[in-house]
């Protein structure tokens, strides 16, 4: 911690004579070991007889020789920058960032998020044992306040003055180091800089194999270009997480198997072997002239439903994973009321006509191998025309990112949806934004259609999850990242036969 500021060993002695305490990992659990501790000094100790008081939400900006200008430049790609942070210098004050969009971030936890201290009373209903308003009481609480002091540490509006945020600094360290990783994530974003890790690799022959055990080997094994910093790890993989989690499924070299600590079940291998007996068709020697012509299987079509973010990805990102399938076609469809956001340029939506009667935005000239359609609409409503029928589970799949199928928020929007997708016999790839979100949405589905489902894939952390931390604005301790775990299941199949069977002549 800097010096212009108030040692927290200092304030914790003061107030309460705290033991010296250790720092856990963001989403561990309390019972689970936790890291070694990281000392503020090495000089001895001294209570100081009066503390100097700061302004509320003031983090001072490091100081360096030379102050950082900005400057401009051209990029690899021939455009025109301007760099307004460099390396040394992304860690900034929310509130006194020099980055507009994050001032209004700020702003908007102020207007919006609650401070955690125990001593107010509860917002809201806890939502697992390791959240933080867990701890407040209704009877003896104080009315509930607004956060109003940033950490010097992260830079993050997290308690609404400097003294709650002493008191209760044991709790807040258990995230502060990913806080302000997050903090110097975001102002990355906004320094201008070139991201060379956006870079994505381009397609190779069929008779290279792909490692998908990991990030590390599936990037080495595509021949991305090395990203040696942890940052431009965690920039990447926020995109690629939405293509891999998918391609890391339902590829033939995929890390979930059978065998023990795989993941997949026995109902599973079934659905999945299917769908890759569409995705890797056997060498039928056709060719490039009418003489070795051959029919093309239909195109693998994913259905993305409750899309959001994903939607508005580069389709150079959504290329990734059809570069892994070299004898295939995909045919892509978000469907969602947000499925058009952040993407204006696009606005209005097209006419709904006796052709398109959803007014779908087609994009059919990404690729040969890639099609794109979105539709802004409830995926009941289309299906109960019967738009995508007939359902085939060998080429057809469903997949939900953070779908929040078991929170009380959202747990209406997929009311009607849920019945319509078991009954369709297609698996359906579920994921989930943080531990307790996935177990929320998984007990849910087994108490409402635990007669009605199997699972193909046990729940659990997805080896493509993002790598990259996000804080959630309305509870800034709320740490969570894309697609952290997935699981998939699909309507329960009985295989029927025949009493009394005809004996054959």
Same mark, same amino acid.
């Given at each position: ?24 990992s963001?989403l561990?659990? /309390? ?29 001072s ?24 942070l460099?390396?040394d210098?992304?860690?900034?004050? =929310?509130?006194?960032? /020099?980055i507009?969009a ?13 401070c ?5 009373k ?9 959240d ?6 209704s ?9 109003? =002091? ?21 709790a807040h ?21 070139? =991201? ?12 290279i ?5 990991n ?7 595509r ?7 942890? &940052? ?10 939405? /293509? ?5 499924i339902?590829? @033939? ?18 659905s ?8 890797? /068709?056997?060498?039928?020697?056709g ?6 012509? &051959? ?39 978000f ?15 097209? @006419? ?5 009667? =959803? ?66 016999k ?25 007669? @009605?489902?199997?699972?193909?894939? @046990? ?12 804080s ?34």
């Open positions: 911690m800097r010096s212009s500021y108030t040692c927290s060993r200092c304030i914790g002695l003061l107030k309460s004579s705290r033991p010296q305490f250790q720092r856990p963001p561990r659990r /309390p019972s689970q070991p936790i890291s070694s501790p990281r000392f503020h000094s090495t000089k001895s100790l001294a209570i100081p007889r009066s503390i100097t008081k700061r302004a509320l939400s003031s983090t900006v490091a100081k360096f020789d030379k102050p950082f200008e900005p400057y401009e430049y051209t990029d690899p790609e021939g455009h025109r920058r301007k760099v307004v460099n390396e210098n992304l860690f900034h004050s =929310f509130t006194n960032s /020099p507009p994050i001032r209004n971030r700020a702003a908007f936890m102020r207007q919006h998020a609650y955690p201290h125990p001593s107010h509860p917002t809201r209903a806890p939502i697992h044992e390791a933080l308003e867990a701890r407040k009481s009877e003896t609480g104080t009315p509930p306040a607004h956060v109003n =002091f940033e950490c010097p540490d992260c830079g993050i509006p997290v308690y609404c003055c400097e003294d709650h945020w002493a008191d209760d600094y044991e360290l258990e995230m502060c180091d990913v806080l302000r990783q997050i903090n110097e994530d975001d102002h990355d974003l906004h320094s201008g800089r070139f =991201f060379k890790e956006f870079q994505f690799a381009e397609p190779q022959i069929e008779e194999l792909v490692n998908m055990t990030w590390d080997s599936y990037m080495y094994t021949d991305f270009d090395a990203l040696n910093e942890d &940052r431009e790890m965690r920039q990447a993989t926020k995109l690629l997480t939405y /293509p891999m989690t998918i391609a890391s339902i590829h @033939e070299l995929s890390p979930y198997n059978i065998r023990k600590g795989g993941r997949l079940t026995p109902e599973g291998l079934k999945f072997t299917a769908l890759r007996h569409s995705l890797h /068709p056997p060498r039928s020697g060719g490039d002239t009418w003489k070795n012509a &051959r029919l093309a299987p239909p195109p693998v079509r994913l259905f993305v439903l409750g899309a959001r973010a994903e939607s508005s990805l580069p389709r150079e990102t959504w290329m990734q994973m059809a570069y892994l399938f070299h004898r295939c076609q995909f045919s892509l469809n469907i969602g009321p947000e499925s058009m956001a952040n993407r204006q340029k696009e606005l209005p939506l097209p @006419e709904r006509t006796p052709s398109n009667p =959803f007014g779908a935005v087609v994009e059919d000239r990404i690729s040969n191998a890639l099609k794109v359609s979105t539709f802004v609409e409830y995926y009941h409503t289309m299906h109960k025309t019967g738009y995508f029928y007939p359902y085939d589970p060998y080429f057809d799949c469903f997949v939900c990112f953070h779908p929040g199928f078991g929170n009380p928020a959202t747990r209406h929007e997929w009311e009607e949806t849920l019945p319509l997708l078991l009954e369709t297609v698996p359906i790839i579920a994921t989930g934004y943080s531990p307790w979100d996935m177990q929320q949405d998984v007990e849910y589905l087994q108490k409402r259609f635990g007669n @009605e489902m199997d699972i193909l894939l @046990e729940p659990g952390e997805n080896i493509f999850r993002s790598l990259r931390w996000d959630n604005d309305l509870d800034p301790h709320d740490i969570n990242c894309s697609n952290w775990g997935v699981y998939a299941f699909r309507g329960k199949r009985y295989e029927t036969t025949a009493r009394d069977q005809p004996k054959e002549e």
